[in-house]
Nanobody
Framework: QVQLVESGGGLVQPGGSLRLSCAAS????????MGWYRQAPGKQRELVAA???????NYADSVKGRFTISRDNAKNTVYLQMNSLKPEDTAVYYC???????????????WGQGIQVTVSS
């Protein structure tokens, strides 16, 4: 069984920083693209940032220059460094892995349970 577990969320003041982590556990051979999504109340889930196994990145326009995604393939972990946070960044943040290979089979579109990020004074 493969699980994605997020950590690092919480309450932060505008202009502050947070670092989210998402660790994939289980019998994992490789993970293709990993990403962070977020969903604010009353809004659809949206892509925040994604990173391929080779390190290519993609960001939503709203976070470019403020957020940085990275990953440690040896630890099957993806990170999201969030700087200059704004109230509009408030949302539940979800980790995603588009394809996980276990060596025996592939698992598509895996999600973490989500973690709350609140930006407020």
């Amino acid at each position: 069984q493969v699980q994605l577990v997020e950590s690092g969320g919480g309450l932060v003041q505008p202009g502050g920083s947070l670092r989210l982590s998402c660790a994939a556990s289980g019998s994992i051979f490789s993970i293709n693209t990993m990403g962070w999504y977020r969903q604010a109340p009353g809004k659809q889930r949206e892509l925040v940032a994604a990173i391929t196994s080779g390190g290519s990145t993609n960001y939503a326009d709203s976070v470019k220059g403020r957020f940085t995604i990275s990953r440690d393939n040896a630890k099957n972990t993806v990170y999201l460094q969030m700087n200059s946070l704004k109230p509009e960044d408030t949302a539940v943040y979800y980790c995603n892995a588009d394809q996980i290979s276990t060596g025996w089979y592939r698992i598509f579109d895996s999600w973490g349970q989500g973690i709350q990020v609140t930006v407020s004074s």
